[in-house]
Antibody, heavy 125, light 108 residues
Framework: EVQEVESGGVVVRPGGSLRLSCAAS????????MHWVRQTLGKGLEWVSL????????YYADSVQGRFTISRDNSKNSLYLQMNSLRTEDIALYYC??????????????????WGQGTLVSVSS | DIQMTQSPSSLSASVGDRVTITCRAS??????LNWYQQKPGKAPQLLIY???SLQSGVPSRFSGRGSGTDFTLTIGSLQPEDFATYYC??????????FGPGTKVESK
């Protein structure tokens, strides 16, 4: 059974730092790109960051570029998100998600087939 | 970046109703469109990818159509467990993997 369990969400002060973790199991973690997606309470989904299967390539939403760093440790089946200079607008439920890149139909389609249960990040003075 | 819109933002329907949700991209995204379902307190779950391909395990009452800029998600006969919020997502020009704002399906 595929599982992704996020942790690390707490209350931090504006300008503070936090590291989120996502422990994966039930699949060969090192074979897949992984993402962080966040959801503000009661609102929609915002893609945050992507890391390639080997960690060599990373991408960020403009809203977090320069403040957040995604990383992974394939030996520990774990994904991380280092969050610095936190702002009130970063308050959200953060999900890790596994990406599938399906090239079976001639074109390559990418989608998120499994998501963790989410970890809540709050920013308050 | 490509922007995604959805309509309606919410709808009320009864069990057995046929429900259709629309998603529109700000530019052509071919068939690079995914649909997710999210129930309260739960993570999103993939329903459809590549505009019309049903994810394994998803009931056949769910179907997706469209290409270019206009897409639809249809629930053929609404079931009690289908009351949820539905999101579209483009995977054509990535990153970012932009989501639509969501459509909440509520019980009439």
């Amino acid at each position: 059974e595929v599982q992704e369990v996020e942790s690390g969400g707490v209350v931090v002060r504006p300008g503070g730092s936090l590291r989120l973790s996502c422990a994966a199991s039930g699949f060969t973690f090192e074979d897949y790109p992984m993402h962080w997606v966040r959801q503000t309470l009661g609102k929609g989904l915002e893609w945050v960051s992507l890391i390639s299967w080997d960690g060599s390539s990373t991408y960020y939403a403009d809203s977090v570029q320069g403040r957040f760093t995604i990383s992974r440790d394939n030996s520990k089946n774990s994904l991380y998100l280092q969050m610095n200079s936190l702002r009130t607008e970063d308050i959200a439920l953060y999900y890790c998600a596994k990406e599938i890149k399906d090239c079976s139909a001639g074109s390559c389609y990418r989608y998120f087939d499994f998501w963790g249960q989410g970890t809540l990040v709050s920013v308050s003075s | 970046d490509i922007q995604m819109t959805q309509s309606p933002s919410s709808l009320s329907a009864s069990v057995g109703d046929r429900v259709t949700i629309t998603c529109r991209a700000s530019q052509s995204i071919s068939h690079y469109l995914n649909w997710y379902q999210q129930k309260p307190g739960k993570a999103p779950q993939l329903l459809i990818y590549a505009a019309s391909s049903l994810q394994s395990g998803v009931p056949s009452r769910f179907s997706g159509r469209g290409s270019g800029t206009d897409f639809t998600l249809t629930i053929g006969s609404l079931q009690p467990e289908d009351f949820a919020t539905y999101y579209c997502q483009q995977s054509y020009s990535t990153p970012p993997f932009t989501f639509g704002p969501g459509t909440k399906v509520e019980s009439k």
